[in-house]
Each structure stands twice: as structure tokens, then as C-alpha cells.
């Protein structure tokens, strides 16, 4: 295990002495105080922390900064209230309670008596600072003397949070106080709320992420305050005021994840948020964990009397946000609002952007692909009114496009009586539709028209999303056409399964011994995986991201001890928050502050249909699947800051000739003298969510062992106790220690994170690469082969063909050398005749899979009326794409 450490504060460290720029140069190591959990044995289950730190002497700091935005608060008497996260001043080390007493050597005029306007006044010298040293200045801070942590404040703060997790509701006034409470702890008294198990799980089950934003500095208590404020008035339909927006960060979010917007009811109030909010649009558009847009929100919660008055305010100050209404083919849109209310939002002016006649013409009487596409074209310019001179190059540009045509004309009559059916003109109408789908669909999936294909798949997949049409479950928009659209699919997958048969046995006769030896390669099987823990909970061993290589195979590898396994953070297994992670993921854009942390360590996607919420499994809490996820987001993270190293040594391992730049050229001879057609290597590792997908496919399959549940009960009820196998291993002892950590971090068992794949002409060129790639070893190659998976082999049965489209290719998993850690990497070894049809049987594929259908329609797909993620459509498989 490795060595327990204490996160870093969430503003960064301040740099001792002078500092210019992002110089960190004598910034402490590690945190100021230091924190240990025991159990109080007077009161049981209360928590406290003993700092390690000391005092540090009262001083000066002089920073150089850049810019007019420096990221400081400053109140009238030049003391920084905040430092936002992110900011220049946050980079540079500055904390809350320094004092600003120079800028460029001037000392700072602050005005006399309690003046309301000090600290506008030393902005303003700030900005002309800024304004007149071409962006380049300094100011000089007094910075106070550093006291011992309040250890009676922070232990207070920590059992209130602790409380806040077990409680499904509380008053108003307590997350309120909580707030401040957040706000007046120091950095390093920050730290140790971080590093208590107990106080993160109720950070995290707080009023939206409004405790997390304030404790990450992102936001101002008062901020949040007066936000709140503002809530109550709208929620008592009391009329707002300018003055009630001052100063209130309209983007707080309650548990449901409405902000302002969401709330609002009337055309007054949406006036003066509109007034407050410069980026409208963005707040606007802006979804609740059900998915509802603040707009669909504005307009569903308002009076019929109201909603006019609404509709035009919308329209003349927010048409952009209007347009994406229709773009979403919004429920609300067709549900609550009339014929010509929609006509006011339509973003022709009309009732329709286009009318349907016209769209019929191009829908019904186009005689192929490319004709049908040039019609779209001219529908789609008289949308964006005659800007687009030629087909949108993505296909959400498209689905935008179509949305808008479409809408009004399929879907605004189906709302009857309260809920969401077909009525005899939009199965009509939908059938026009089909057509024109299925023309696309045909195309794409044609060997023959490969060319004509690439001109229209972003048309065809645009469609395919218009289509979807509202999400009303259990309404389907697809219902006139439905049967006939997984009869087509299926019979274009049937086809392609009959070519790539032919092709099969046209290779198999062209090279009959080399076929042969493909055939009797292993179905699947691990090489030298150490898969100890596995067994210790009664599971199979399988391999992941973070295996150690098997003793068996350490006599093959003389300098095995150089090389690292994926190391498991320690924050993962105690339930803590690492700052520094987030504070790396926030400045790489991975996470845009704690809301986002929030929603993603609870899993929940908010797409058009709503909020996917994964939960993970029953016998995994709810506390544990939060660490889950966030470890499956760092190890993403991890992988891909390595793919380069990654794609070298796969590069170097195949033996490929690279050109001056670096690239492959291929074609070209590789290892063991197999002729490689083709090579491409992953650019980025494999997104987050459908790592995530493909995690809870692993939880589900690694807790069906009653063992591996009684294990994790056993886990689970230790942390309860504030027993943790980081800190006390001999609780669970060494291979159960193992097993329980491999469950916690079921994430590494998504071993295609990172991919390549090589093209080969024949089965002999197969054998030759594969046999040379198993001789390859880690010690003097900086790879090794792990695990084969052979869709060549002969015992595969015709089922688990089928259940792939037909596709068949020889998978190694290589343990790769990067940068000094093992990771393991997806080697995806093609026939070139197989590979060249990949691409006429991904639009089918992603039909199969339900990727153009809403979550609650993708039983359609298997006969089942039963809601299933699109990564559990059996039958739904096909070539591995990266």
C-alpha cells in the first residue's frame, strides 16, 4: 500500500519570500497541519484532528502580476477577502486575510471613515496599474501571522458536515450557517475538512454544490446568501427588484439543480435576470438533474397570462437560446405552449421555419442520397437564413438543422389530453421522414457507395437525432416506423455478416496453414497476470489496468523490479478529497468547479433525456460508488496524459519504419517480418463516459460472487468504524486487503482505455506479427503481451459471431512501459479485407445499439419493453472502434 498522505490545500501554497510569476520555489511541501481520525471513547463515533504545524512569522510578500485580472476581493480596508480558484493571484500563493498595501511600490490610498466605495477605489488604482505598465505590476501584501489551526472551529465544521450526510433534509438557516462556517476556515484548516471522510460525504450531500464552492473559494458566502434570497422571493411569487440581484450569483444551484432561472415565473422577473445576466444564452439553456432547461422551466411554471409577454422578452433579448428549443425538439415546447406562441419562437418568425410542402418535396421525392442531401442543403439555408453555402462538416450541426425543420411539422399535434400520441397527421408525416431515412441508411451501409456515403453519414446521423423527437416516456416518436427500422437494421447487419463470412473464407483459402494456426490461438487467456486477489474473493481472474505481472514470468524480466503497476491514490480508499487533483483537473478543463465534481461523483449525465443517474450496485454504497467514479475520472486523466509515451512504445514494439516527423509509415515491414497495411494509436484515451459505462458492466459482473459481497460488507462496515485497509491492512489481512482495493477501483478493469490497432493483409502476416510481439518483454522491449482475445479461434460459437455483426479480429493486451508505469493497452490486430467494410457497418451498429434512441426506447432494439443502458443491447456489437 502505499504511504498515507495528507491532500494539499485547495488554494495552493504561498511562495515564502519574493515571487514572480508561477514560480513555486520555496513553497511548503506539503500541507500545513496534519490530521489523524480516532474514535472519541467518551463519545462514540466523533471525529478530531491534531495539527503538526507551527507558526509562521509575521512578513511581507511582493508578487508579480499580469493582467488586469489579478482574481482578488478587497474590501475598503485592502484586506483579500477571496481568492478565486484558478486565478493568477491563486497560482501565485495568495490566501485570504493578506493585506494589500502597495501596488508598484505606491502605497495603496485607502479612504478615510467607512466609505462604501474603499474598495472600488483600490480596484480602480489596480486597473490603472495595469492600464499603464502594459499589463506588468506588482504589489506588495503584509501578510499576517500564521496561528495554530482552530482545532475547536474545524472539529465543529467536520461534525456538522458529518451530520449534514445522514440527514435527507434540513432547515434553511443550517446549510446557511454552514456556509460560513466554510468561508472563515484558512487554507490549511481547509485541508484537514478535506481529509475527513465523514465531513466530504456531506460537502458532497449539500444543498447543490453551493458548500464545496464556497470552501473551494468559487464562490462567496454573501454570494450564495443572496442568492438565496432571491429563491424565496420567486418561490413566493413576490416581484424582484434590481437591488435584490446585487451582489447574488444567479448560477447557484439547489439539490435539484435549479438555478435563479428555473424558478422564475414571471416576464417581470425574467426582465430583470436578463438585465443582470450578460451571457443570457448560456444561463438560459442551462439543465436541472432532470434535464429541463431554465427556459423549459420558465415557460412551464408561468400563467397562461404571463407566457405571452414571456415568449416575446425571450424572443427579442434570447433568440439563441429560443432557436435551441426547437434544436432539442423540446417537450415543452410542444407540450405547454400553442401553435402561435411557438410561432413567436420559431426562429424564422413563423409557425414554421420551413413550411411542408417544401420539406416534403425534399423528403419523399429525392431518388437517391446525394439528391436528398442538396435538398436538405437548401432547407437547412433557409434556416440559418442563407449562411450555410455548404453541408455542415458535424453531424450535431446537422441535428440542429433538421431539428428545427422538422419539429413543429411531426411532433406539435402529438400532445392530446395530457400526455404525448400519434395522431394520423404525424404518422403521416413521420413516414416522409422514414423515407428519407432509409434512403440515408441504404447509402451508408453500401459497399458500393463508400464515396457517396462519407458525403452524407453527418446528414444521415443528423436525422437520426431530429428523429428521436420528445422524451415522454413511454411515448415513441419512432412508433410509425419502428418495426420497419429494426427490420432494416437487422437485415443490412445480416448482410454485412454474409460478406464478412465470404471474406473469411476467401483468406482462409489463401493462406491455409497460417489460418489454421490463427484458429487453434487461445479464446481468451491471460499470460502471467498475477490474479492472486481475485482468488482470494472467489472470482475469476481478469486482467486490469493496474495488474502486476506473475511470478511465472519474473525470471523473463531481470529489471521487473523497475517498473510500477497503476498506482491506486490513497484518497480513493479513505474517502477523502485530494485538492491538488482538482485543482489539476480544474485548470486542465477537466471539471469547471465543484458543481461539475458534484455531478460527476454521483454519476449523473444530463443529456436530452433527462438525468442518467448511474447507481452503481446494491451492495456498493452510495459513499463508495462517489470515490468510484472520481477514481475512474483520475485514471482517465492518468492514461491520457500518456498516450504519447503509450503510441512510442506500441510504435517501437511493431517494429514500424517512422518517417522524419515521427509518424509510421505504412505501409511497411514489422515485426517478424509481417507486412503492415495500416496503424493508427489512439490521440486521446477512451472518454469518461463510457469508461464509465463499461465500469458498472464491471461492478455488476465482479459483485454476482457472494464472496466478493461479503467482502465489501465487510469493508464497508470497517469504515464505518473509521478502520481503513491504508491505514491497518492486518484488518482484512494481505490478499483480502488486495481484493477489496481491486472492488474499489473497479475502473481498472476497463483495459481499452488505450488503444492502437494494425491492419495486415493475410492470416501470414498475423502469425508472423503475433508471434513476434509474444516475444517481446518488458525488461528489454518495454512491453509484453497479457492477454489474447481470438475472434479467429474455432470453438467460438455462431452465436457470439452474430452477437458481433459478423466481425471477427485477434485483440492482445499489452502491459506497455509508460514513463515508468505499467499500463496496460488494447492491440487490435485487423485483416484488411475485414477492416475495409468497418465503415458500412458502424451507422447500422450505432443503431442497433441505441445511440438515436431514448433511454427508456432501447428495449425496442432486443424485444424487451425493459430500459437498459445502450452498452447492454445484446446483439449490439459489432467491430471495436476507436
Same mark, same amino acid.
Given at each position: 500500500?502505499?504511504?498515507?498522505?495528507?491532500?494539499?490545500?485547495?488554494?495552493?501554497?504561498?511562495?515564502?519570500?519574493?515571487?514572480?510569476?508561477?514560480?513555486?520555489?520555496?513553497?511548503?511541501?506539503?500541507?500545513?497541519?496534519?490530521?489523524?481520525?480516532?474514535?472519541?471513547?467518551?463519545?462514540?463515533?466523533?471525529?478530531?484532528?491534531?495539527?503538526?504545524?507551527?507558526?509562521?512569522?509575521?512578513?511581507?510578500?511582493?508578487?508579480?502580476?499580469?493582467?488586469?485580472?489579478?482574481?482578488?476581493?478587497?474590501?475598503?480596508?485592502?484586506?483579500?477577502?477571496?481568492?478565486?480558484?484558478?486565478?493568477?493571484?491563486?497560482?501565485?500563493?495568495?490566501?485570504?486575510?493578506?493585506?494589500?498595501?502597495?501596488?508598484?511600490?505606491?502605497?495603496?490610498?485607502?479612504?478615510?471613515?467607512?466609505?462604501?466605495?474603499?474598495?472600488?477605489?483600490?480596484?480602480?488604482?489596480?486597473?490603472?496599474?495595469?492600464?499603464?505598465?502594459?499589463?506588468?505590476?506588482?504589489?506588495?501584501?503584509?501578510?499576517?501571522?500564521?496561528?495554530?489551526?482552530?482545532?475547536?472551529?474545524?472539529?465543529?465544521?467536520?461534525?456538522?458536515?458529518?451530520?449534514?450526510? =445522514?440527514?435527507?433534509?434540513?432547515?434553511?438557516?443550517?446549510?446557511?450557517?454552514?456556509?460560513?462556517?466554510?468561508?472563515?476556515?484558512?487554507?490549511?484548516?481547509?485541508?484537514?475538512?478535506?481529509?475527513?471522510?465523514?465531513?466530504?460525504?456531506?460537502?458532497?450531500?449539500?444543498?447543490?454544490?453551493?458548500?464545496?464552492?464556497?470552501?473551494?473559494?468559487?464562490?462567496?458566502?454573501?454570494?450564495?446568501?443572496?442568492?438565496?434570497?432571491?429563491?424565496?422571493?420567486?418561490?413566493?411569487?413576490?416581484?424582484?427588484?434590481?437591488?435584490?440581484?446585487?451582489?447574488?450569483?444567479?448560477?447557484?444551484?439547489?439539490?435539484?439543480?435549479?438555478?435563479?432561472?428555473?424558478?422564475?415565473?414571471?416576464?417581470?422577473?425574467?426582465?430583470?435576470?436578463?438585465?443582470?445576466?450578460?451571457?443570457?444564452?448560456?444561463?438560459?439553456?442551462?439543465?436541472?438533474?432532470?434535464?429541463?432547461?431554465?427556459?423549459?422551466?420558465?415557460?412551464?411554471?408561468?400563467?397562461?397570462?404571463?407566457?405571452?409577454?414571456?415568449?416575446?422578452?425571450?424572443?427579442?433579448?434570447?433568440?439563441?437560446?429560443?432557436?435551441?428549443?426547437?434544436?432539442?425538439?423540446?417537450?415543452?415546447?410542444?407540450?405547454?405552449?400553442?401553435?402561435?406562441?411557438?410561432?413567436?419562437?420559431?426562429?424564422?418568425?413563423?409557425?414554421?421555419?420551413?413550411?411542408?410542402?417544401?420539406?416534403?418535396? /425534399?423528403?419523399?421525392?429525392?431518388?437517391?442520397?446525394?439528391?436528398?442531401?442538396?435538398?436538405?442543403?437548401?432547407?437547412?439555408?433557409?434556416?440559418?437564413?442563407?449562411?450555410?453555402?455548404?453541408?455542415?462538416?458535424?453531424?450535431?450541426?446537422?441535428?440542429?438543422?433538421?431539428? /428545427?425543420?422538422?419539429?413543429?411539422?411531426?411532433?406539435?399535434?402529438?400532445?392530446?389530453?395530457?400526455?404525448?400520441?400519434?395522431?394520423?397527421?404525424?404518422?403521416?408525416?413521420?413516414?416522409?421522414?422514414? $423515407?428519407?431515412?432509409?434512403?440515408?441508411?441504404?447509402?451508408?451501409?453500401?459497399?458500393?457507395?463508400? $464515396?457517396?456515403?462519407?458525403?452524407?453519414?453527418?446528414?444521415?446521423?443528423?436525422?437520426?437525432?431530429?428523429?428521436?423527437?420528445?422524451?415522454?416516456?413511454?411515448?415513441?416518436?419512432?412508433?410509425?416506423?419502428?418495426?420497419?427500422?429494426?427490420?432494416?437494421?437487422?437485415?443490412?447487419?445480416?448482410?454485412?455478416?454474409?460478406?464478412?463470412?465470404?471474406?473469411?473464407?476467401?483468406?482462409?483459402?489463401?493462406?491455409?496453414?497460417?489460418?489454421?494456426?490463427?484458429?487453434?490461438?487461445?479464446?481468451?487467456?491471460?499470460?502471467?497476470?498475477?490474479?492472486?486477489?481475485?482468488?482470494?474473493?472467489?472470482?475469476?481472474?481478469?486482467?486490469?489496468?493496474?495488474?502486476?505481472?506473475?511470478?511465472?514470468?519474473?525470471?523473463?524480466?531481470?529489471?521487473?523490479?523497475?517498473?510500477?503497476?497503476?498506482?491506486?491514490?490513497?484518497?480513493?480508499?479513505?474517502?477523502?478529497?485530494?485538492?491538488?487533483?482538482?485543482?489539476?483537473?480544474?485548470?486542465?478543463?477537466?471539471?469547471?468547479?465543484?458543481?461539475?465534481?458534484?455531478?460527476?461523483?454521483?454519476?449523473?449525465?444530463?443529456?436530452?433525456?433527462?438525468?442518467?443517474?448511474?447507481?452503481?450496485?446494491?451492495?456498493?454504497?452510495?459513499?463508495?460508488?462517489?470515490?468510484?467514479?472520481?477514481?475512474?475520472?483520475?485514471?482517465?486523466?492518468?492514461?491520457?496524459?500518456?498516450?504519447?509515451?503509450?503510441?512510442?512504445?506500441?510504435?517501437?514494439?511493431?517494429?514500424?519504419?517512422?518517417?522524419? $516527423?515521427?509518424?509510421?509509415? /505504412?505501409?511497411?515491414?514489422?515485426?517478424?517480418?509481417?507486412?503492415?497495411?495500416?496503424?493508427?494509436?489512439?490521440?486521446?484515451?477512451?472518454?469518461?463516459?463510457?469508461?464509465?459505462?463499461?465500469?458498472?458492466?464491471?461492478?455488476?459482473?465482479?459483485?454476482?460472487?457472494?464472496?466478493?459481497?461479503?467482502?465489501?460488507?465487510?469493508?464497508?462496515?470497517?469504515?464505518?468504524?473509521?478502520? =481503513?485497509?491504508?491505514?491497518?491492512?492486518?484488518?482484512?489481512?494481505?490478499?483480502?486487503?488486495?481484493?477489496?482495493?481491486?472492488?474499489?477501483?473497479?475502473?481498472?478493469?476497463?483495459?481499452?482505455?488505450?488503444?492502437?490497432?494494425?491492419?495486415?493483409?493475410?492470416?501470414?502476416?498475423?502469425?508472423?506479427?503475433?508471434?513476434?510481439?509474444?516475444?517481446?518483454?518488458?525488461?528489454?522491449?518495454?512491453?509484453?503481451?497479457?492477454?489474447?482475445?481470438?475472434?479467429?479461434?474455432?470453438?467460438?460459437?455462431?452465436?457470439?459471431?452474430?452477437?458481433?455483426?459478423?466481425?471477427?479480429?485477434?485483440?492482445?493486451?499489452?502491459?506497455?512501459?509508460?514513463?515508468?508505469?505499467?499500463?496496460?493497452?488494447?492491440?487490435?490486430?485487423?485483416?484488411?479485407?475485414?477492416?475495409?467494410?468497418?465503415?458500412?457497418?458502424?451507422?447500422?451498429?450505432?443503431?442497433?445499439?441505441?445511440?438515436?434512441?431514448?433511454?427508456?426506447?432501447?428495449?425496442?432494439?432486443?424485444?424487451?419493453?425493459?430500459?437498459?443502458?445502450?452498452?447492454?443491447?445484446?446483439?449490439?456489437?459489432?467491430?471495436?472502434?476507436?
Amino acid at each position: 500500500m502505499s504511504k498515507r498522505v495528507s491532500p494539499l490545500p485547495v488554494v495552493p501554497r504561498p511562495a515564502e519570500g519574493h515571487g514572480h510569476g508561477g514560480n513555486t520555489a520555496g513553497r511548503r511541501a506539503s500541507s500545513p497541519g496534519q490530521r489523524r481520525l480516532s474514535a472519541d471513547h467518551g463519545t462514540a463515533g466523533k471525529r478530531s484532528v491534531t495539527p503538526t504545524g507551527g507558526a509562521a512569522a509575521i512578513g511581507r510578500k511582493q508578487l508579480r502580476f499580469k493582467g488586469p485580472e489579478s482574481g482578488l476581493a478587497i474590501n475598503s480596508a485592502g484586506v483579500i477577502t477571496c481568492v478565486h480558484a484558478g486565478s493568477q493571484a491563486a497560482r501565485l500563493g495568495v490566501e485570504k486575510g493578506w493585506v494589500l498595501i502597495a501596488i508598484n511600490d505606491n502605497t495603496v490610498v485607502k479612504p478615510r471613515g467607512k466609505s462604501s466605495g474603499g474598495a472600488a477605489a483600490i480596484q480602480k488604482q489596480l486597473d490603472l496599474a495595469s492600464t499603464y505598465t502594459r499589463g506588468n505590476y506588482t504589489l506588495t501584501f503584509r501578510v499576517p501571522a500564521r496561528a495554530e489551526p482552530d482545532l475547536v472551529h474545524v472539529n465543529k465544521v467536520i461534525e456538522n458536515l458529518t451530520d449534514l450526510s =445522514s440527514k435527507a433534509l434540513r432547515r434553511e438557516e443550517d446549510w446557511l450557517d454552514r456556509l460560513d462556517e466554510l468561508e472563515g476556515l484558512r487554507t490549511d484548516e481547509a485541508a484537514m475538512v478535506l481529509q475527513d471522510q465523514g465531513a466530504v460525504h456531506g460537502l458532497m450531500a449539500g444543498s447543490g454544490a453551493n458548500e464545496l464552492s464556497v470552501l473551494f473559494g468559487e464562490k462567496t458566502a454573501s454570494e450564495v446568501k443572496a442568492c438565496h434570497t432571491v429563491w424565496n422571493k420567486l418561490r413566493d411569487s413576490k416581484p424582484l427588484c434590481t437591488e435584490d440581484l446585487r451582489g447574488a450569483d444567479l448560477s447557484c444551484r439547489d439539490r435539484a439543480g435549479n438555478t435563479t432561472w428555473h424558478q422564475t415565473k414571471t416576464a417581470a422577473d425574467l426582465k430583470h435576470l436578463l438585465n443582470a445576466e450578460p451571457d443570457a444564452t448560456h444561463a438560459l439553456v442551462e439543465k436541472n438533474h432532470a434535464g429541463l432547461m431554465a427556459m423549459e422551466a420558465i415557460l412551464e411554471n408561468s400563467s397562461p397570462a404571463e407566457r405571452g409577454e414571456i415568449i416575446q422578452c425571450l424572443a427579442e433579448k434570447a433568440p439563441t437560446a429560443a432557436k435551441r428549443l426547437w434544436a432539442a425538439g423540446s417537450a415543452v415546447l410542444m407540450a405547454v405552449l400553442t401553435r402561435a406562441e411557438r410561432g413567436q419562437l420559431s426562429p424564422s418568425g413563423g409557425a414554421a421555419a420551413v413550411p411542408w410542402p417544401d420539406v416534403e418535396e /425534399v423528403l419523399l421525392r429525392s431518388g437517391d442520397a446525394l439528391t436528398l442531401a442538396a435538398g436538405y442543403l437548401q432547407l437547412a439555408r433557409r434556416v440559418t437564413g442563407g449562411r450555410q453555402r455548404g453541408l455542415p462538416e458535424e453531424a450535431a450541426e446537422n441535428a440542429e438543422a433538421w431539428s /428545427v425543420i422538422l419539429a413543429e411539422h411531426c411532433f406539435s399535434d402529438c400532445f392530446q389530453g395530457g400526455g404525448f400520441m400519434h395522431t394520423a397527421t404525424s404518422r403521416m408525416r413521420l413516414g416522409n421522414v422514414w $423515407h428519407a431515412l432509409e434512403l440515408l441508411i441504404r447509402c451508408c451501409a453500401d459497399e458500393a457507395r463508400m $464515396h457517396e456515403a462519407e458525403k452524407v453519414k453527418d446528414v444521415a446521423r443528423g436525422l437520426l437525432v431530429a428523429s428521436k423527437g420528445p422524451c415522454r416516456p413511454p411515448f415513441d416518436p419512432r412508433e410509425p416506423y419502428r418495426e420497419k427500422f429494426v427490420q432494416l437494421v437487422n437485415q443490412l447487419q445480416s448482410a454485412t455478416s454474409s460478406r464478412l463470412d465470404s471474406e473469411l473464407a476467401q483468406a482462409t483459402l489463401a493462406t491455409p496453414e497460417a489460418a489454421a494456426q490463427v484458429a487453434t490461438l487461445p479464446l481468451d487467456e491471460l499470460h502471467g497476470v498475477d490474479t492472486t486477489a481475485a482468488t482470494a474473493r472467489g472470482a475469476a481472474g481478469r486482467l486490469r489496468m493496474d495488474s502486476r505481472i506473475g511470478h511465472d514470468l519474473a525470471h523473463k524480466q531481470h529489471s521487473h523490479s523497475q517498473f510500477i503497476p497503476l498506482p491506486t491514490p490513497p484518497w480513493v480508499l479513505r474517502g477523502h478529497l485530494d485538492a491538488s487533483v482538482i485543482e489539476d483537473w480544474t485548470a486542465r478543463g477537466v471539471l469547471a468547479g465543484a458543481s461539475e465534481l458534484i455531478d460527476l461523483a454521483e454519476g449523473r449525465t444530463v443529456g436530452e433525456g433527462g438525468a442518467v443517474a448511474r447507481t452503481g450496485h446494491a451492495a456498493m454504497s452510495r459513499e463508495l460508488m462517489r470515490f468510484c467514479r472520481l477514481h475512474a475520472a483520475w485514471m482517465r486523466e492518468f492514461c491520457n496524459d500518456r498516450q504519447a509515451a503509450i503510441r512510442g512504445r506500441i510504435v517501437r514494439g511493431l517494429g514500424l519504419k517512422l518517417d522524419r $516527423h515521427g509518424n509510421p509509415i /505504412v505501409p511497411c515491414q514489422a515485426v517478424g517480418n509481417a507486412q503492415a497495411f495500416s496503424f493508427r494509436a489512439r490521440s486521446e484515451a477512451k472518454g469518461l463516459p463510457r469508461t464509465m459505462e463499461k465500469m458498472d458492466e464491471a461492478i455488476m459482473e465482479e459483485l454476482a460472487s457472494g464472496a466478493a459481497r461479503a467482502l465489501l460488507q465487510q469493508w464497508q462496515q470497517l469504515q464505518r468504524q473509521d478502520v =481503513s485497509i491504508a491505514s491497518k491492512p492486518e484488518s482484512l489481512g494481505g490478499a483480502s486487503q488486495d481484493a477489496v482495493r481491486e472492488l474499489l477501483t473497479p475502473a481498472c478493469y476497463v483495459c481499452d482505455i488505450n488503444g492502437a490497432e494494425v491492419v495486415l493483409c493475410s492470416f501470414a502476416d498475423m502469425v508472423l506479427l503475433h508471434r513476434g510481439l509474444l516475444g517481446k518483454t518488458l525488461a528489454a522491449d518495454g512491453l509484453q503481451v497479457v492477454r489474447t482475445k481470438n475472434g479467429f479461434n474455432k470453438n467460438l460459437s455462431q452465436e457470439e459471431v452474430r452477437s458481433k455483426g459478423g466481425y471477427r479480429d485477434l485483440k492482445l493486451w499489452v502491459m506497455v512501459d509508460a514513463d515508468g508505469t505499467l499500463l496496460a493497452t488494447e492491440l487490435q490486430l485487423h485483416l484488411r479485407c475485414f477492416w475495409e467494410l468497418k465503415k458500412v457497418m458502424h451507422l447500422p451498429y450505432e443503431c442497433l445499439r441505441g445511440s438515436f434512441d431514448h433511454p427508456h426506447l432501447l428495449g425496442q432494439w432486443t424485444g424487451q419493453s425493459k430500459s437498459r443502458p445502450a452498452s447492454a443491447v445484446s446483439g449490439a456489437r459489432c467491430c471495436t472502434t476507436m
